[in-house]
Nanobody, 119 residues
Framework: QVHVVESGGGLVQPGGSLNLSCTASGDIFRIGIMAWYRQAPGKEREFVADITTGGLTNYADFVEGRFTISRDNAKDAMYLQMNTLKSEDADSYYC?????????????WGQGTQVTVSS
């Protein structure tokens, strides 16, 4: 059983910053790719950024250098520092990770954390 918890969402003014966190717990042998996605009501979930075990990162074009993804392998945690937030960044943000468990390999999604950007 793996439990994933996201935190750090909230209300911020345009131009402001938020730092999202995602932590996994359970009988995890290894975490592979970790990623952030976001989804607005009625729209498909879209990729935001990902990071490999070794720290290689990849970002969606709309990030435009405003977000930074990072991870702490010792804590099974991932972060997304979001700066210069725009109204169009307001979505539910989900963490995703690939896992190796004692029972085998799989993947898991977090429950989502809401980001609201409004003046």
């Amino acid at each position: 059983q793996v439990h994933v918890v996201e935190s750090g969402g909230g209300l911020v003014q345009p131009g402001g910053s938020l730092n999202l966190s995602c932590t996994a717990s359970g009988d995890i042998f290894r975490i592979g790719i970790m990623a952030w996605y976001r989804q607005a009501p009625g729209k498909e979930r879209e990729f935001v950024a990902d990071i490999t075990t070794g720290g290689l990162t990849n970002y969606a074009d709309f990030v435009e250098g405003r977000f930074t993804i990072s991870r702490d392998n010792a804590k099974d945690a991932m972060y997304l520092q979001m700066n210069t937030l725009k109204s169009e960044d307001a979505d539910s943000y989900y963490c995703y990770m690939t896992l190796t468990l004692r029972a085998g390999k799989g993947d898991v999604w977090g429950q989502g954390t809401q980001v609201t950007v409004s003046s």
